[in-house]
């Protein structure tokens, strides 16, 4: 059992970290399709007004992340899906509203907002009828117009329908304030060069501010890596919290891979006792020939390793070459008169010792810089 949630734990440890390395470019996906974001050109997408804002000359940036609290006060706020927001959004979006920011929004998203901030219980309206803007301009509508009702009288009316029904409508919220756009459909980039569509949202915006954010996170295009997004949200250091919680679990729980006590070291090939064994079998092969071979096959692997692999016939005199080029023709030299030694049949030990010698000592001369 122990393994198994080691097992899961590690899996999902590494998902994440594969997950969070993903990265999301939005405008190199070319969403056509996308709904109310800035970043699809298609029929549905609002980059036609992100843009158009850019053209008056209007501060216009993209939101991609969670946490709308951190966003700074005098700001503009569009959102333009109708989704409902969150209880911790609404949370952010009412201190966001209450510090002077300003939050353009469907009245279907902002009733649970303005609820949140204190203004009562707000209900959504459609309206079938002509709509009348405050700079008289006629709009292309494809759906009935929303209004809001259940809050009282409006500090600023942009477009009414019907019975002065606020259909485009601020209220006051603390330092900042609140707009039902319950034309949001004006803002889609297959109506807005409709009527006068386009140029009502331009109006709309130059009187709310200078400085226009647009939401992209609550469109599911937030930023890409998940460690991103998690560094934003207020629960942050709660996950944080739990994450370090459940490693120690897993820490305290695993199965002991290791003693309690560590084991006496293992007597390795290099120890004393192995030098003489091999020294006594040398002696007792009574053929200088064999050493010798010995010590040459590891200087030259040893040259080959440093060249960095591969085959060669000679490759401590390269190496030497390479390395000390004013020792290359006495390693040559040294290196063919021990391997004639290798070849005789029962070569003088003392002869095999003086190329052993030798060829150790070109090879630490080498070293030396």
């Known amino acids: 059992m ?74 503009v706020l569009w959102v333009f899906t109708r989704e409902p927001f969150g209880r911790i959004e609404r949370r952010d979006l009412a201190r966001f509203l209450t510090n002077g920011g300003t939050l353009v929004a469907p009245p279907q998203a902002l009733a649970d907002v303005l609820e949140e901030a204190g203004l009562g219980e707000a209900e ?98 937030g930023e890409g890596g998940i460690a991103n997004l998690l560094a934003h949200v207020p629960y942050r250091w709660g996950i944080a919290q739990l994450v370090l919680v459940g490693a120690v679990g897993l820490f305290a729980f695993a199965k002991r891979r290791f003693p309690a006590e560590p084991l006496p070291p293992v007597r390795r090939r290099r120890t004393l006792d192995h030098v003489e064994a091999v020294a006594q ?39 030497i070459g390479r390395t000390r080029p004013n020792l290359a023709f006495r390693a040559k030299a040294s290196w063919e008169r021990a391997r004639l030694l290798c070849q005789t049949s029962r070569p003088a030990p003392e002869a095999a010792l003086l190329a052993a010698a030798d060829i150790k000592g070109i090879e630490r001369e080498a070293m030396k810089w």
């Open 124 to 221: 959504s309206l459609e309206h079938s009828g002509p709509v009348v803007t405050t700079w008289g301009m006629s709009l292309d509508l494809q759906a009935a117009p929303v209004a809001i009702s259940g809050l009282g009288e409006p500090t600023a009316r942009y477009a009414t329908a019907g019975t002065n029904l606020p259909i485009v409508a601020a209220w006051r919220i603390g330092a900042g304030q609140a707009v039902s756009l319950g034309v949001d459909e004006l803002a889609r980039n297959g109506r807005i060069g409709l009527a006068g569509n386009g140029a009502f949202l331009a109006r709309l915006a130059l009187a709310l501010g200078d400085r226009h954010v647009f939401d992209e996170y609550k469109t599911g295009f």
């Open 2 to 75: 122990r393994r198994a949630v080691s097992l899961l734990a590690v899996l999902l440890t590494v998902s994440l970290v594969v997950l969070s390395l993903t990265p999301r470019e939005p405008e190199a996906d070319r969403a056509w399709m996308a709904r109310a974001s800035t970043y699809s050109p298609g029929p549905e997408g609002g980059k036609a007004l992100f843009l158009l804002l850019q053209q008056l000359g209007l501060d216009t940036q993209r939101w991609r992340h969670p946490g709308y609290g951190q966003l700074p006060a005098q700001t």
């Open 281 to 319: 079998l040398w002696g007792q092969a009574r053929d200088a020939g064999l050493p010798l071979q010995a010590i040459l096959n590891g200087v030259a692997e040893r040259a080959r390793m440093r060249l960095g692999g591969g085959g060669r016939d000679a490759p401590f005199v390269e190496w």
